[in-house]
């Protein structure tokens, strides 16, 4: 056999070699892509995303579209050739494993942990946009979740009002923490509560909730690193009560980047004329109950799916706005926003046209 025949057929041997171990050898990465992008003002899975009942509500145009990335899954083992693909491609993203599902989460905790925060961003989002148009929203403080084999277990239960804890008033969250970690481990604590079932009878007739009960739990020691504080665990967060009903639906989607998309959807429908003035606007971000927008993982997937949909401007956080800059899809406009006030007043410069002035990311 000549030599030059040799080495073409020894070289071809190895390179067959060499790509058949790339497909064989795992690789700690995971992979992001651009998601589904759907208008918050329209229909989804042949019903609208959000509806409103109790309240007029006005017509809408345009798009207020809520963004999503693509990720493959927790228990998915990306291999060697599938990593370069992802690495070369423009509309892909590929990123250590960790950084998707860390502390070794599950599918299963990662879905879980997704679909809690969806639902509290539209709690957020339905707050936000009622505060911004001076519509009254009772809240309080509840228990959110009860840890397991915890000094709580069987005692407090997720849904029960927090009123007081050793007699002082609760008003946010942060207040149950402070209380309960101003004793030491192994000493008392005294909760005053409303049950979830008291609580959710007087939201149905509409009536002041009567009973309370004073519960007393005695405090162990956090599993934190450093300094070892008390604990009942328990984790606080926020219920309200809406004085009309607005529903959210929207399947298959989780975590909590949609809420700002959500609220302006709401204020929109809630509000006479368009937010849009008929334009496709995109965008992303948190939302919390004073109207504060927060950053979001993904930044540079979600424009190109809001870009391939046909999005003119993407309302994006302000802190995601140096990452988004970047690369963006020719054709989109990155509007800076911290908070829905900023998103409102942007809007109304792209109904009106004048876009001059628009707070865009990267000036």
Not at 37 to 42: F, H, I, Q, S, Y
Not at 140 to 160: F, M, N, Q, R, Y
Not at 303 to 316: D, E, I, N, S, W
Request: glycine share 10%.
């Amino acid at each position: 056999m000549p030599r030059r025949t040799a080495t073409m057929l020894a070289s071809t041997l190895m390179l067959i070699a060499l790509l058949c171990a790339g497909v064989f050898i795992p690789v700690p990465y995971s992979e992001m892509s651009p998601g589904p992008t759907v208008n918050t003002l329209g229909d989804h899975g042949g019903e609208p995303v959000l509806q409103i009942s109790g309240r007029k509500t006005y017509a809408t145009n345009g798009h207020l579209n809520m963004t999503t990335v693509r990720v493959t899954s927790a228990d998915y083992r990306m291999n060697l050739v599938e990593a370069v693909y992802g690495w070369l491609a423009h509309d892909n993203k590929v990123v250590p494993h960790e950084t998707l599902y860390p502390d070794g989460k599950t599918e299963e905790q990662s879905t879980q942990e997704n679909a809690e925060e969806f639902s509290q961003s539209q709690e957020s989002a339905k707050v936000a946009a009622l505060k911004e148009l001076d519509v009254p929203v009772k809240s309080w403080v509840i228990v959110s979740t009860v840890v397991k084999g915890s000094p709580a277990e069987g005692k407090l239960h997720a849904g029960d009002v927090i009123k007081a804890v050793d007699g002082t008033a609760v008003k946010e969250p942060a207040d149950v923490a402070k209380l309960v970690t101003k004793h030491k481990p192994g000493q008392d604590v005294r909760f005053t509560i409303v049950p979830a079932k008291e609580q959710v009878a007087a939201e149905k007739e509409k009536r002041t909730p009567t009973k309370t009960q004073d519960i007393t739990i005695t405090t162990t020691t956090s599993d934190d690193a450093g300094e070892k504080r008390a604990i009942v665990g328990i984790s606080a967060g926020t219920d309200h009560t809406f004085p009309f009903t607005i529903d959210i639906k929207l399947a298959d989607v989780g975590g909590p980047s949609a809420g700002l998309m959500f609220a302006l959807g709401i204020y929109d429908k809630l509000t006479p004329g368009s937010l849009t003035g008929g334009r496709f606007v995109a965008g992303t971000g948190t939302i919390d109950d004073e109207g504060k927008v927060g950053p979001i993982g993904g930044i540079e997937m979600k424009t190109v799916g809001a870009r391939a949909k046909g999005a003119q401007y993407f309302l994006t956080p302000a802190d995601n706005c140096a990452a988004a800059a970047k690369d963006t899809p020719e054709g989109l406009t990155l509007i800076k926003v911290k908070t829905i006030e900023d998103a409102l007043g942007a809007l109304k410069d792209v109904r009106s046209g004048d876009t001059a002035d628009l707070p865009k990311c990267g000036r």
